[in-house]
């Protein structure tokens, strides 16, 4: 069963990362990113840098802040060539809400300057006005210490699996919290360090061609998660 499952979903797909200088908490530059998943046989990776409000207070500009996180993206890209499929991504933090994290799927630059607006309101608020057809918004890890409980109501699914090492994510309460609510479940290596490298991702059948792609495979749940070496039917 399970060799059929990994031959059947062929694309290894890491849905959460973050590079260095625009997530200051990660040690890996872009460029040394594309090398690190090339070099282990991923297929796609979606770059999720921190978005929040101390770091957009660090430019004069909203403007000026998205040049520098997208400049991340469009690095990775080229580092990556045509040997990795590279997918725009955020991890958003609300300055009402404490520690709170969400992963936003299905994005381009234009989402990122409409992003800063919501950067001093709330998950709620950032539902409402920035939630379309096009992406899928879930929470990251929302059950670590220092998280915020809020109405799930405003978020797509659950970040089941996060994997980062130095966090209790308590991910049997996540995996429960999914299935008694009925949300979107996802797992990520939450890659900060090379040394994470396998620890968690996503295969599925087809290679996203872009974030927007990425999203619709995200909601339709047509993929396996694996954790390890163990695979996870969400």
Do not use: W
Not at 66 to 82: H, I, Q, T
Request: proline letters at 3%; a negative charge.
């Amino acid at each position: 069963m399970k060799e059929a499952l990994i031959q059947t979903y062929t694309y290894k797909c890491e849905l959460h990362a973050h590079s260095y200088p625009v997530s200051l908490c990660s040690e890996i530059s872009p460029k040394e990113m594309a090398k690190l998943f090339i070099d282990n046989g991923y297929s796609a990776t979606v770059l999720t840098n921190h978005f929040y409000l101390g770091y957009r207070n660090e430019f004069e500009s909203d403007a000026a802040y998205v040049e520098f996180y997208y400049n991340a993206y469009a690095e990775l890209l080229e580092a990556a060539g045509d040997k990795l499929k590279v997918c725009l991504g955020m991890e958003i933090r609300f300055e009402n809400e404490a520690m709170n994290d969400y992963l936003v799927y299905g994005i381009d630059k234009s989402d990122l300057g409409k992003a800063c607006y919501y950067l001093d309101k709330d998950i709620e608020t950032f539902y409402k006005g920035f939630k379309n057809e096009r992406n899928v918004i879930l929470q990251a890890h929302p059950f670590r210490d220092g998280m915020k409980e809020i109405n799930m109501d405003y978020i797509d699914g659950i970040e089941v699996f996060n994997m980062h090492i130095h966090h209790n994510s308590r991910i049997s309460k996540a995996a429960q919290c999914a299935k008694e609510l009925n949300k979107l479940k996802l797992c990520g290596t939450d890659l900060h360090y090379p040394y994470q490298i396998g620890t968690s991702y996503v295969r599925t059948k087809c290679l996203p061609e872009n974030s927007f792609d990425l999203a619709n495979l995200i909601k339709s749940q047509d993929m396996i998660l694996q954790v390890s070496d163990s695979i996870v039917i969400p």
